[in-house]
């Protein structure tokens, strides 16, 4: 088996001029590897903190604010619907109670998990799609 390495290892070198050549072909190899998986790294990272640190202001401004419902907002009009949908009350649990509970109170330990797993995921969406915009070199 060790015949066998060293044989194709003289063959992929007999490819190049020199053993530098393969050398500098190496390093840039794992030079883009390297730099397209920080990248990816990076973008999922930047989604998920970014998720959540945005979700309490994007709460705040469609009106989950820490005094309750905001008066004429989005989520004034969630609320009315889900009251007319639910004969005239808000069902414990619904959509617009857990958003005003996080609008209130700021996300729990498992809202922060699932608000930084969708965000990293759209982080990753958003890193995919960047490859084919980019040149390589």
Do not use: H
């Amino acid at each position: 088996m060790a015949a066998l390495d060293f044989c194709c290892f003289v063959l992929v070198l007999s490819y190049f001029e020199s053993v530098k050549q393969f050398l500098l072909y190496l390093g840039n190899a794992l030079k883009i590897a390297l730099c397209f998986i920080l990248g990816k790294v990076v973008a999922i990272t930047t989604g998920a903190v970014g998720a959540v640190a945005l979700a309490p202001v994007a709460l705040g401004a469609i009106g989950f604010t820490a005094g309750g419902i905001a008066a004429g907002s989005y989520a004034a009009g969630m609320m009315s619907a889900a009251a007319a949908a639910n004969g005239g009350g808000v069902a414990a649990g619904g959509l617009v109670a857990v958003l005003q509970s996080a609008g209130a109170a700021g996300l729990s330990a498992s809202a922060s998990a699932v608000v930084a797993s969708g965000g990293a995921a759209v982080g990753a969406a958003v890193g995919w799609l960047s490859s084919f915009f980019r040149k390589v070199k």
